[in-house]
Each structure stands twice: as C-alpha cells, then as structure tokens.
C-alpha cells in the first residue's frame, strides 16, 4: 500500500511537492492513513525547476498533544 511504501522513507530526508507546486526538504516523522505527513527541519525549495538553490528556508516545530 502507499501508507506501507512511504513508512520505508521514515526519519529519511524527502522532497514533497504539493498543490500548488511548491517544494519542501524534510526529515519525514509522520504519516497518517490520509496519507497526510509530517516533515521536521523543513525547508521550502524554490525556483527547483529551474535548479536554482534554496532561496528560502525555515523550520517548522510542531508540538504533538
């Protein structure tokens, strides 16, 4: 299953495009059975299609309760 196959990537750095085309780095925590993720020291890529390098970067920090 997608779920199964994406578990193979945990605490692996990933790219993940999403609507809209934008492009985020990540270390991948989370998955969910939506298929929603969680990525941790995030960075948004922009300009990739290109192969420009990152212009912009932060990190997100997320609490879980």
Same mark, same amino acid.
Request: glycine share 10%; net charge negative; with cysteine.
């Given at each position: 299953?997608?779920? =199964? %196959?994406?578990?193979?990537?945990? =605490?692996?750095?990933?790219?993940? *495009?999403? &609507?809209?085309?934008?492009?985020?780095?990540?270390?991948? *925590? *989370?998955? =969910?059975?939506?298929?929603?993720?969680?990525? &941790?020291? &995030?960075?948004?890529?922009?300009?990739?299609?290109?192969?420009?390098?990152?212009? %912009?970067?932060?990190? %997100? %920090?997320? =609490?879980?309760?």
């Amino acid at each position: 299953s997608s779920l =199964d %196959h994406l578990n193979g990537y945990m =605490d692996k750095t990933v790219r993940v *495009c999403v &609507s809209g085309g934008r492009l985020f780095e990540g270390t991948l *925590c *989370c998955v =969910d059975k939506g298929l929603n993720i969680i990525l &941790s020291d &995030s960075l948004e890529i922009q300009g990739a299609e290109t192969g420009k390098r990152v212009i %912009h970067f932060s990190s %997100h %920090h997320l =609490d879980i309760v």
